[in-house]
């Protein structure tokens, strides 16, 4: 019998479906602002959103900014 996933994978799980969800949410607005765009074009244009993020450049929260890039080199 398989043991119950800890409340920390069920966050874990439930984060990664929020993500997904906020990625296809996105995709769909682009789809409506660009209906005419072939899907390699939507595909860029999300890629593009996911590593610019206009709006959050200096992160999604109150707080100081963190350089990441040094914390795993």
């Not at 799980?13 to 602002?33: I, K, N, P």
């Amino acid at each position: 019998m398989a043991s119950a996933p800890s409340p920390m994978v069920d966050a874990f799980r439930a984060t990664l479906d929020l993500f997904q969800t906020g990625v296809d949410l996105m995709r769909q607005s682009l789809r409506r602002r660009h209906p005419e765009a072939p899907e390699q074009e939507l595909d860029r244009l999300l890629r593009e959103w996911l590593l610019e993020r206009p709006g959050a450049e200096a992160g999604d929260s109150a707080g100081r900014p963190l350089d990441v890039t040094s914390r795993f080199a």
